[in-house]
């Protein structure tokens, strides 16, 4: 059994700063990419950053430049590091790993609010 638990969410000003953390825990030996996703109200789940295990990173052209991803692979944990906030961050996000459990699949977190308002 995978878990994926995300936590750092939460209210933030414009402007300000959030980090959201994920730790991955359960029977795997090795995880390949991990990531964040998120859903704003009424739209589609969309990528934010996927990093692999080498530390090879792929963001939304879009959040290039605010947002960075990083993880530390002993602690089995990815990081999101969103600076500048907009309300337009408003948005649940999920963290994403790819991993060698009984087979080789996806896991999703359930999901950590982030809303950005003054």
């Known amino acids: 059994q995978v878990q994926l638990v995300e936590s750092g969410g939460g209210l933030e000003q414009p402007g300000g700063s959030l980090r959201l953390s994920c730790a991955a825990s359960g029977s795997f030996s090795s995880i390949y990419i991990m990531g964040w996703y998120r859903r704003a109200p009424g739209k589609q789940r969309e990528l934010v950053a996927t990093i692999t295990s080498d530390g090879s990173t792929n963001y939304a052209d879009s959040l290039k430049g605010r947002f960075t991803i990083s993880r530390d692979n002993a602690k089995k944990t990815v990081y999101l590091q969103m600076n500048s906030l907009k309300p337009e961050d408003t948005a649940v996000y999920y963290c994403?790993?790819?991993?060698?459990?009984?087979?080789?699949?996806?896991?999703w977190g359930q999901g950590t609010q982030v809303t950005v308002s003054s």
């Open positions: 994403y790993a790819e991993l060698n459990g009984s087979t080789y699949m996806g896991y």
